[in-house]
């Protein structure tokens, strides 16, 4: 835990893309977690079965969440982003600086926000089991579309 990553250490894309339903790879032998950004939602699967599923958010159109097969490099249960300086507990960094992890932000504006590309989950409790459970190496497959909501305005709604 706590690990620097350096150049030779981050991960590259594994495959290709998933596909949007229900990725095969989903249901491997291994503990993989699937990123489903069509039904934004976080499935941990284990022996090819699913533990448990969470509500997710993803980056914005100009900060995209990267699709594709990557492998978990650094886990942080304390880390502060050095891009927006706000804390990202429980923080699995599986592409680059993109990370699954817990947002205060999320769990209080839902969908109005997004993240700098990073995976947010909301439920405090399930993000800590999660990174408890999670291991350096472990699969995330990021697969979908982001759901558009360029008609919601929810300034509309205050």
Known sequence: MGATATAATLPVALAAPARAADPDACYSAARV????????????????????????????????????????????????????????????????GEAIHYSADFAKNGYNNSSLGCVNTRDLAETKRLFNIARIGDTVYVYGTMPNYSWYDPKAYD
């Open 33 to 96: 977690i699937c990123v489903d950004k069509s039904n934004q939602k976080l499935t941990l699967f284990e022996g090819g079965h699913a533990v448990f599923t969470m509500a997710v958010r993803f980056g914005a159109e100009d900060t995209p969440t990267r699709n594709g097969a990557f492998r978990i490099y650094n886990k942080e249960a304390k880390h502060v982003s050095r891009l927006a300086g706000s804390p990202m507990p429980y923080s699995l960094f599986f592409s680059g």
